[in-house]
């Protein structure tokens, strides 16, 4: 099994930013990359942001190209996604996960999932 817990959601203004952290715990030399996702009310929940463990290759949603980015530390077994320039419409519970399927884009890629960090940008 792997734990994922996420922190550093919170509340800021439009155009400002946040740092999201991710501390993974448990089995995780059986997962091969690590995921953001988000979810908003009413929506589907989406991915946002993935990356290796031991490559760092990346890939973002196009919705967050530029202003998001996501970093790993194998030292420590934590992901972050630095957000910048943030928008009302990154409003949502934002999701961290691992998985080793190697869909990095879809829900169905990952096996774990944390328990979710809110996300609030008012405008």
């Known amino acids: 099994q792997v734990q994922l817990v996420e922190s550093g959601g919170g509340l800021v203004q439009a155009g400002g930013s946040l740092r999201l952290s991710c501390a993974a715990s448990g089995r995780t030399f059986n997962t091969h990359y690590m995921g953001w996702f988000r979810q908003a009310p009413g929506k589907e929940r989406e991915f946002v942001a993935g990356i290796w463990w031991s490559s760092g290759r990346t890939l973002y949603a196009d919705s967050v190209k530029g202003r998001f980015t996501i970093s790993r530390d194998n030292t420590k077994n934590t992901v972050s996604l630095q957000m910048n320039s943030l928008k009302p419409e990154d409003t949502a519970v934002y999701y961290c996960?691992?998985?080793?399927?190697?869909?990095?884009?879809?829900?169905?890629?990952?096996?774990?999932w944390g328990q979710g960090t809110q996300v609030t940008v008012s405008s």
């Open positions: 996960a691992a998985g080793r399927s190697g869909i990095v884009l879809v829900r169905t890629g990952y096996e774990y």
